[in-house]
């Protein structure tokens, strides 16, 4: 059996989750951002809700339909891609990506997450990447040369002018505020 599961975006998600089902007496066969295998083929309507109240208590939520499934899943892919892999390929071609991931048509994909979402695939993939640069400006290990190499950006300007977008503010200004660190977003609510 397959649950798909909202708000799982990293290794902790997936550690946790993993607890919960064992503490519910469940066995996972794999367990993926969004995507739990069970071993066992069925659930009862009982423990399906059980289930569904404990996740939710972390944060987490079974997903039903499978429309939300499809969009939870393209945010875990950009979400893998942005913050989970080494330096963005300047060239990145996300359509590209997103439709191999799925296996379905980029032009379908994008109009189901704009009609659900509100926004485009495109803006979620900008967000997502401005807080990859937030969580590196904050580290200071990195230029900001650097960090534009990271997440694909051509440069400097071209991140700076994003990230002013997204934030109100540039990334000097950001890093330099005291309440930088109170700035970030958990991975699961950055849409918003």
Known sequence: ME???????????????????????????????????????????????ALNMRLGELGFELLDSAKSRLIERIKNTIISRVHHTGPLDLKVNWSQIISNELHLDYNYLSALFSSVEGFTIEHFIIRQRVEKAKELLLYNELTLSEIAFNLGYSSVQYLSTQFKQVTGQTPSKFKSSTTANLQRKPLDSVND
């Open 3 to 49: 649950l798909y599961i909202k708000n799982m975006v990293c290794r902790r998600c997936v550690i946790t989750v993993e607890q919960v089902l064992s503490e519910q007496g469940l066995h996972s066969l794999s367990i993926e951002l969004g995507i739990v295998k069970l071993r066992e083929k069925e659930l009862s309507p009982e423990k399906l809700e």
